[in-house]
């Protein structure tokens, strides 16, 4: 799971949308440099990251990723995707939710 948030974070860092197969995408959401006049300073700009459960469809970034690390197959690669994130959605389902290093924390809920 450790290896799946590194690729995600990656992957953000280049990428407005991380769709993880199966699963849903992390959206990236840019807010730009502000000014507070009554205090006079300029914030920064932001970037936070959502999630959307809705964007499960595999579009093949997250894959490609894990082809590079492990020079490998698509076929491959996938089965190990599909391995991490099935190890993630276990978790999330025994403990209520799961910590992504650098990205934030996922709770599980019904609604």
């Known amino acids: 799971m450790i290896e799946l948030a590194q690729h995600i974070e990656t992957l953000l860092l280049e990428n407005d949308c991380v769709i993880v197969p199966g699963f849903g995408g992390f959206v990236a959401h ?10 006079n300073i300029f914030l920064p ?4 990251i959502g999630f959307n459960p809705q964007l499960k469809l595999n579009d093949g970034v ?12 698509f076929a491959d690669a996938n089965r190990i995707v599909e391995k991490e994130v099935n190890e993630f959605i276990g978790l ?9 290093d650098n990205i934030g924390e996922i709770h599980y809920n019904i609604y």
Do not use: C, F, I, N
Not at 45 to 48: A, I, Q, S
Not at 94 to 100: D, N, R, S, V
């Open 45 to 48: 700009p932001t970037r936070t």
């Open 62 to 73: 997250l894959v490609q990723s894990y082809m590079s690390a492990y020079d490998t197959s």
């Open 92 to 100: 999330l389902h025994e403990e209520g939710k799961a910590h992504l």
């Open 30 to 39: 840019y807010s730009p440099a502000t000014r507070v006049k009554e205090e």
